[in-house]
């Protein structure tokens, strides 16, 4: 019984560590910083922040997020596989 719902707890599972994995990245990089003014910019017209130059910091960044993507629906396609096949 407990071994057919593991795939379904391996997905769980995968999906709490790439929230705290991002939940991190989050903070880490500044994205929590001013939540006063973050409660504003819905509400104003004018572009919030000029255009950046793209780093190797952020390139990065993106890379990381969409393999953490790729791995997860990786993860979600076994689990949808084993389900479906039991």
Known sequence: ???GLLP????MIA???ASVVLLFWGHRSG????????RYLP?????????RQKSG???????FLAGLMAV????FAVA???ALNR
């Open 57 to 63: 910091a952020s390139v990065r960044g993106v890379y």
């Open 80 to 82: 949808l596989r084993v």
């Open 1 to 3: 019984m407990v071994w």
């Open 15 to 17: 999906g709490l560590v």
């Open 8 to 11: 379904w707890f391996s997905l």
């Open 72 to 75: 997860l629906g990786i993860v």
């Open 43 to 51: 509400l104003r017209d004018e572009e919030p922040f000029p255009p």
């Open 31 to 38: 994205q929590f910083a001013d939540q006063e003014r973050a």
